[in-house]
């Protein structure tokens, strides 16, 4: 009997973890074409084909949603930045760096719904999904601040300066998203090269800096 109930309890998670999976793809589709805040539960549950009752049974709120689907967009933003980065190594700091930039804006700009929903008009503004957003930036900050602190400048300085980096590198992803409200029109392209300008003039400006400084 326990070894029935033990798979009788698998097959219940696996259920559930499959509606949750349902409700965030269905999130981030609802939340990048239509917004946050025009994006009702009873819409999220018909996308996803979940009733009302199993989205409460996950979720106590749209809030909580939208801050599950954050989590697991991130993960997957920063497993693939770190892959990217080990994979190129670090005997050529200009390499990962570039590595690091240019993966970050393919993901990005490759499906915009993801940047809609972390930086644009499909973004939730409350305390909770701020304080989640300022501990993202500071993952994001501490991987360019162990790239930056193998040549270009002291632990403590690339703590502080990488932190502003990644504020506006997101904010470059902010501006792209609201060029439009049709994501398909949106170009890549454009993109990759604002972020790879901001990160090359913060660079050439951390080099002449130690320079000045040795």
Known sequence: ?????????????????SRRQSLLDAALELFATRGYLASPIEDLCRAAHVS?????????????????????????????????VVAEGFDDVAAAERRLLTTFARLMGGDPRVATVLFGRGTATTFAVEAERRANRRRTADLIALIWSLSQVTQEQADGIATGVVGGLFDIVAD?????????????????????????????????????LS
């Open 1 to 17: 009997m326990q070894v029935t109930q033990r798979r009788s309890l698998s097959a219940v998670d696996e259920r559930r973890e």
């Open 52 to 84: 009302t009752k199993s989205f409460y049974g996950i979720y106590e709120s749209r809030e909580q949603c939208y801050l599950d689907l954050m989590r697991r967009t991130t993960e997957h933003l920063l497993e693939t930045m770190t892959a990217a």
């Open 176 to 212: 792209w998203v609201a060029g439009s409200d049709e994501l398909e029109v949106l170009d890549p392209a454009v993109l990759e090269r604002r972020l790879i300008a901001f990160y090359q003039a913060v660079t050439a400006g951390i080099r002449i800096g130690k320079e000045n």
